[in-house]
């Protein structure tokens, strides 16, 4: 079939926007059209060429979907060795590499330089690669292997997005090797981690293992699916063309033609400079979308990387200044469970000591059973140490070859280290957590900080910052110990006069009157929220008949799920929390009795309410419970359910939701009358 001329001219302008916008994407982060146009073209293009097949070429947009398994990788001989880099450990090496870098040059004839710049890149943590461009068509993808032969990964190589199967412009070599590293970025890998975990697959240590596994997979449209992109530090084979005189230079001149480098790319004058780069570099190193395992310096200067040459297996104008190791071996001697403030059990490895990440390491997260199980860590092991950054440590895996004999499997106790409460694991939930909220001393400032605030217990002046000074100096344990407090106690208290004290004391004299749903808000029981507070209060009406709730009753009521059903009964079944409560009703908390003709007289149940902008003459909190208290439920958000819509001063989108679904909307004053 004869193809159309006009229909050609159509798929190679479709071929020349695709590239255009994949360079603009994934080489420049400035893409200029949305994703959804961007699949039209692509669309498009698929739909030509399906129609004249014959149009297809091998750096076509469209063919990165993948070739059949291949049965092996063959071994291709580099036509110029692909070199290591030596390694520099401290600033005094650095200084040295500088010094012999002058000496050098000094010999060769050349004019004295005191202050040799250097191209200063971040060292990625991948794969090392190498693409050769043919008329600036992609033909070859071969990894480093020994640095003479690689294999061939052409197939590949070709599904990643971020590798341009043909060259931008016009003004590209006959010939090209680029030279870079395969890498997956930290968001991908931690992806990739979680779908094999929900797969039931192996996962991989780390992002440069997962880069490496994905690259040498058989099966091509396996490496399609991994988030793996190219970042290009060099060349290798030139034809036909010139390169600028700098290093710097020509990976602009890459970046031109379409291939990616990295942002992170500086120039520097002397070993000042590169010191200053290599530190700012490490300080940003946990913000980088990638790993990094160092900085590297390159003399900057082509005609001065001539005149150096190379060593058997590295060049001598190139050095690579690594960061301290972030992963290193140790012993895991035991297991210590701690427990957070919001009562979240977690398994602490207690580690023989051992430098990594640039400090001492002897703790390390387990996070929780289900990923001690996963890593089969076991008490004698020798395990892999990660710290990265600012992160906390954490243990990778263990090394199974020098497993002990007596190496002892780990399971998570069932109650609270610190309080001894039950600890539960919620349905859904990977967490352990303490059941002992009002009692356990390791909750105890987040419980009573809640307990104090003012859509609970409504304690004035009672902040944050009192609450700890409080906890700190002794005077208080638990929510119950707030009612015992004296003037003498909280005027002896930094910045706290007589008259603070005074004002503290009627506030929490003032806050035992209250109401039933505002008491058990205030407990802090898990899953409990101001609603589902006064559903129960509305459902049992009495705090003892709610005590005693079994999981029947509790799910019986309105929006009581088993989860939330479960975590009140065991709240209540604390032998601690139990205490607790008694203490505050002996100390004088109350609340009016619910009577069963009130729950009848709520002339809003069933309706629900959106309340949206500023209103003037009440607090939305405070309308909110108004409404809750005649029956309404309160949403944050307007749906085809929703009975009204309040529009306070500035109502935004809600409002206009409400208009486009036809929700009834009403004023501030017309709310008034409504609650009265």
């Known amino acids: 079939m004869t193809v159309p001329a006009k229909t050609m001219q159509r798929i190679q302008a479709l071929r020349d926007q695709i590239r255009h916008h994949n360079a603009r994407y994934y080489v420049y982060d400035a893409p200029e059209i949305p994703d959804a146009e961007y699949d039209r073209l692509m669309r498009s293009l698929q739909e030509l060429e399906a129609r004249y ?35 520099a450990f401290s600033e005094q090496e650095v200084h040295e590499f500088d010094r012999r870098i002058i000496e050098r040059l000094a010999k060769s004839g050349e004019p004295e330089k005191t202050l040799i710049e250097y191209a ?73 981690n979680r779908r094999q975990i929900k797969n039931n697959e192996k996962t991989f240590a780390n992002p440069r293992n997962a880069a490496a596994g994905s690259l040498r997979q058989l099966d091509p ?52 400079e590169c010191l200053a780069c290599y530190n700012a570099i490490q300080e940003r190193r946990a913000q980088l979308a990638y790993e990094i395992d160092g900085v590297v310096y390159k003399v900057n200067d082509l005609a001065d990387q001539q005149i150096l040459g190379q060593v058997a297996r590295a060049p001598r104008w190139a050095l690579a200044h690594k960061f301290p190791a972030e992963e290193e071996l140790t012993t895991l001697l035991d297991i210590d469970v701690q427990v957070g403030r919001t009562g979240k059990l977690t398994p602490v490895a207690r580690l023989q000591p051992v430098f990594v990440g640039g400090v001492t390491v002897t703790n390390a997260t387990l996070h929780n059973q289900d990923e001690i199980d996963r890593k089969d860590v076991r008490i004698g092991d020798t395990v892999i140490v990660r710290r990265a950054g600012d992160v906390i440590p954490e243990i990778v895996s263990a090394v199974m070859s020098k497993r002990p004999k007596k190496a002892r499997p780990f399971k998570m106790p069932e109650t609270c280290s610190v309080c001894g409460s039950a600890a539960i694991r919620e349905e859904g939930e990977a967490d352990l957590r303490c059941t002992g909220g009002l009692y356990c001393s390791a909750q105890r400032k987040e419980a009573i900080k809640h307990f104090v605030s003012r859509r609970a217990m409504d304690v004035d002046g009672l902040g944050d910052k009192l609450v700890e000074q409080l906890i700190d ?28 004290a005074n004002n503290l004391i009627a506030a929490l004299k003032q806050s035992k009157t209250t109401t039933l749903a505002r008491f058990l808000y205030a407990l802090g029981i898990r899953g409990v929220g101001e609603t589902t507070a006064l559903t129960l209060a509305s459902h049992f009406m009495t705090l003892e008949a709610l005590r005693h709730a079994d999981d029947e009753s509790l799910q019986a009521t309105p929006d009581i799920g088993p989860v939330v059903a479960k975590s009140i009964i065991t ?23 619910i009577e069963a003709v009130e729950l009848a007289e709520q002339p809003l149940q069933g309706k629900t309410f959106v309340l949206t902008g500023s209103l003037v003459r009440v607090t939305r909190s405070a309308a909110k419970q108004r409404l809750q208290a005649l029956g309404a439920k309160v949403s944050s958000s307007v749906s ?37």
């Open 571 to 593: 709240f209540f079944q604390q032998p601690h929390n139990q205490e607790v409560i008694d203490r505050l009703l002996s100390a004088g908390v109350h609340w009016p009795v």
């Open 120 to 192: 200063a890149e971040p060292k990625l943590d991948g794969l090392a690669i190498s693409l050769r461009y043919e008329q600036g068509v992609l033909v070859q993808g071969l990894t480093r292997g020994d640095g003479r032969s690689g294999e061939d990964v052409t197939e590949n190589i070709r599904t990643i997005e971020s590798i341009p199967l043909k060259l931008l412009g016009q003004n590209y070599p006959d010939v090209l090797e680029v030279r870079g590293e395969i890498v997956m970025p930290k968001a991908g890998f931690a992806a990739l």
């Open 473 to 500: 100096q002794g005077l208080i344990e638990t929510v119950a110990d707030l009612y015992e407090l004296s003037v003498e106690q909280l005027a002896g208290m930094d910045r706290m006069g007589e008259k603070s």
């Open 53 to 87: 097949p014959e149009t297809v070429s091998i750096d076509s947009p469209t063919q990165r979907v993948g070739a059949a398994p291949l049965e092996g990788f063959v071994s291709v001989k580099h036509q110029l060795p692909m070199l290591s880099l030596n390694n």
């Open 221 to 272: 449209r396996v490496t399609r699916t991994r988030p793996l992109e190219m970042y290009c530090y060099g060349v290798g084979v030139l034809q036909g063309a010139e390169l600028p005189a700098t290093h710097s230079a020509v990976l602009q001149q890459l970046r031109h033609w379409g291939l990616r480098v990295s942002q992170e790319i500086s120039v520097v004058r002397g070993v000042a």
């Open 640 to 676: 085809a359910r929703t009975d009204y819509v309040v529009a306070g001063d500035k109502a935004g989108s809600k409002l206009q939701r409400a208009q486009e679904l036809g929700v009834k909307i009403i004023d501030e004053e017309a709310l008034e009358t409504l609650l009265e």
